[in-house]
Each structure stands twice: as structure tokens, then as C-alpha cells.
């Protein structure tokens, strides 16, 4: 969790009750989790509402609702629509059970689990479990108006078969307040300062240019010196 210019930010990552039939134990865990992250005792009913920004992500283990024949059938089809009326954490969310008021972009996927290892064959073994979305990511605003989330794709990573899951990615936008209050007041704290932001944005950028210049005036029999706090990187988090 974190506060940025007066919006707080607030990730969840876990792995949830395995197993196809275990449901109530699912929603069990997501009741329980929600409720370590209470801050007021306002809050203890819904513990992620203290936060304008909610990401939930992880192997949460709800499967399909079909046996492996009937699944693989609709697989072969292409069929995924089909597919995810019958996925058990759409299903539970519509009805209340968990993740109240959090979403989900829409799935364009295969199911990123279970694989065998090395390969792009859905489990082969004895048990032949049947191909689910295990893994998620939901996401939720407190406020639906100008300060909120919109989803700019949400993926499978396919070429990674180092596990019986496929990772999964997503982006995002999320709009940050222009200021903060606390009982009406302005918290010039934490309060969004475009010209601070772009000046400081200007620095790094400066930076980056002297170090480049530093590295291009090296001679080349040191090209593979490097200082640590000149390199930046960007990276995203596969589940």
C-alpha cells in the first residue's frame, strides 16, 4: 500500500484454497484477507473501501465448472465465451458471495492453468484436472466518477512454460486527485503540484542524458564498467 499525491494505492497478491469443489473456502479467504487491511472500525465491514485504488491479484484458484471433456471440447472450438459462463469466481462475484464492487477486464485468453511443465499440453496426468483462470487480477475504485480506473489490456504470457500456470498481465490507468483533505481542509502534503511533478520529471531526464554522455565519453576498453545508479529499468509483475 502506498499514498501518492493524496490518492492511496492498495495491492493484494495471494494464492487462495486449491482445489475445483472448494468455493465456500475460496470466499472464506477473500473475507478474511480483506478484513487484515481494516484501518477504522467504520472499515472492518469492507476493509478495502479505506482505499481509492484496490488491486487484487493472484492465483486464486477459482476453476471451470465443467469436466475436462466437456471443457476440452469448447477449447477446441475456440470457444472461450462459452467457457467463462461457466468460470466459478465470475459466477461468484455476480451473486455477492466475494470481491464485492471489484472488476475484471475482459478475458481473451485460453485458461492459464494447469499446463504440463515445458509445454503448451493442459494436464496430462491421471488426474487430467480441467483448464481454468486460475489466475486473476480484479481491480476496484472507490470513486466511479473522474477519479477512477480504466484497463488498457489484460494478457496471457504464453511463451513462459517454467510452470503448470501461464503468468498473466494487465494495464492500467488510474487518475490521480488534483489534492487531498482531511475534514475539508487542504493537506498541502500530500497535495498534486503539476509543476513540482514536471520539474522533477525534467531532473531525471537530465540526468539520464549526463550519463549517457559520461558512458559515450568512456574509452572502450572500460565499456563494460557501469555504475549502478545511473541504470534505470521498467518491469512489469507476471503472476
Known amino acids: 500500500m502506498f499514498n501518492l499525491f493524496g490518492t492511496s494505492f492498495l495491492f493484494i497478491a495471494c494464492h487462495l484454497t486449491a482445489h475445483q469443489q472448494k468455493v465456500e473456502e475460496r470466499n472464506s479467504d477473500y473475507k478474511r484477507i480483506s478484513s487484515y487491511f481494516s484501518l477504522s472500525e467504520v472499515a472492518k465491514a469492507d476493509a478495502v473501501n479505506s ?19 466437456e471443457c476440452n471440447q469448447l477449447l477446441m472450438k475456440s470457444n472461450i465465451l462459452d467457457l467463462l459462463m461457466t468460470d466459478q469466481l465470475t459466477g461468484q462475484i455476480l451473486a455477492g458471495n466475494a470481491f464485492h464492487q471489484f472488476s475484471e477486464q475482459p478475458i481473451s485468453f485460453f485458461p492459464s492453468y494447469k499446463y504440463d511443465l515445458g509445454s503448451d499440453v493442459y494436464d496430462s496426468s ?27 489490456g489484460y494478457y496471457c504470457c504464453n511463451t513462459i512454460c517454467i510452470s503448470d500456470h501461464r503468468p498473466v498481465y ?6 490521480l486527485k488534483a489534492c487531498n ?11 498534486f503540484d503539476a ?20 558512458r559515450n565519453r568512456q574509452p572502450s576498453t572500460r565499456t563494460s ?15
Open 195 to 214: 509543476e513540482i511533478y514536471n520539474k522533477a520529471n525534467q531532473r531525471r531526464k537530465d540526468t539520464a542524458e549526463q550519463s549517457k554522455e559520461l
Open 170 to 175: 494487465a494495464y492500467f490507468k488510474a487518475n
Open 51 to 69: 482505499y481509492d485504488y484496490v488491486f487484487w491479484l493472484g492465483d486464486l484458484n477459482y476453476r471451470v465448472d465443467l469436466s475436462r471433456e
Open 225 to 239: 564498467s557501469f555504475s549502478h545508479r545511473n541504470v534505470t529499468s521498467s518491469y512489469c509483475v507476471l503472476l
Open 126 to 152: 491421471q488426474k487430467r484436472r480441467t483448464p481454468s483462470w486460475t489466475d486473476r487480477i480484479l481491480f476496484r475504485s472507490r470513486d466511479d466518477g473522474i477519479n477512477s480506473i480504466t484497463g488498457h
Open 181 to 191: 483533505t482531511v475534514d475539508g481542509i487542504l493537506d498541502v502534503v500530500t497535495a
